[in-house]
């Protein structure tokens, strides 16, 4: 006998709910043999990672820093969702993140030191935009040349993070900074400060936008033509063209709006968390909300959720480096494993396991 897969008629729903919460388990059951290879005790490793943040002697202090670090992951997942429910693959998000970073913090510095309210919301505009335009340049040469989105927003992150370095160590460079690479602190600016709305809440606008954006995704979505065009193109691309959808001003939707939320979510970033222009501001939440969307299976309340999932175990892994002396590399692949476990379990969607007799050989 001989285990083999058969298709399903229809997906299975009941798959569909259970595979991502299958694929934390199995994540943590594989994470925990891959510290208990680095000779940590698993269960601690775990339980350190998962149960400190919520429920630690230290709670009070990280269970703000959810939403400080969920924000950005959920504002880019959701942005990202839209395109690959469509079939729209922006593998680029960190490169829109970086951009529309860079475009705030250069409305920021341009009216420093000026303390008017209008600041903020240049800055907004700017992010936005600056996001937004970088998504462009995959979506015009698809249309245009018929190039993949996929490589071309890729190599765009590389473009990005040296434009993050040329900055960082050229124009916006502090000329207050005694030479060292880096801007001025936007945190030290109170008209461009992405501050607490509640002192130490971790609630700020960033978090608020995030908020916003799953709502509107949701409503898009579950209540708007272009939310069914979106769905239809990436269930049923030729039924689309058959509905009249037009591929290309979706391909242009698609990744406006994720670049545009990418950007925004550099933005809430540069002028809260991380404060300045830096040669090491980016930290990968671009590649990390291709997680998060996958594991909320591109609806907006998932992305909600996995995203504070995802922001747990940065939480969680930064407190497992401190406390247990585990490896930053061995945080980065646990993550890594949600998205590789949670792909390997969908299978299961349109997929049943079936016993059958091994075939004879002549």
Known sequence: MRLHLEKRPQPSRRWTDLSPLLAVVITMLAGGALFALLGKNPVEAISTIFWEPLFGEFAFYYRPQLLIKGAPLILIAIGLSLGFRAGVWNIGAEGQYIVGALSG??????????????????????????????????????LRFGTNEILVSLMLVYVAEQLLAAMALGPMKNPDGMGFPGSRNLQEYPAAHNADLIAASGLHWGVVAATVAVILAYILLGRHVLGYQIRLSGEAPRAAR????????????????SGALAGLAGMFEISGPAG?????????????????AFLGRLHPVGIALAGLL????YIGGEIAQGNLGLPAAAIQMFQGMLLFF???????????????????TA
């Open 105 to 142: 913090a250069g409305v920021a510095l341009a009216f420093y030191p000026l303390d008017a309210w209008v600041v903020f919301p240049l800055m907004i505009m700017a992010g936005a935009l600056g996001g937004w335009a970088w998504g462009m340049i995959p979506a015009l040469l698809k």
């Open 342 to 360: 949670l792909l390997a379990v969908d299978v299961l969607t349109n997929y049943r396991l079936r016993l059958a007799p091994r075939p004879e």
């Open 276 to 292: 300045q222009v830096s040669i090491d501001f980016n930290v990968g939440y671009g590649f990390t909300a291709i997680i998060v």
């Open 242 to 257: 058959f509905a009249g959808v037009n591929p290309g001003r979706l391909i242009l939707f698609c990744l406006g709006a």
């Open 310 to 313: 995802m922001a747990l175990t």
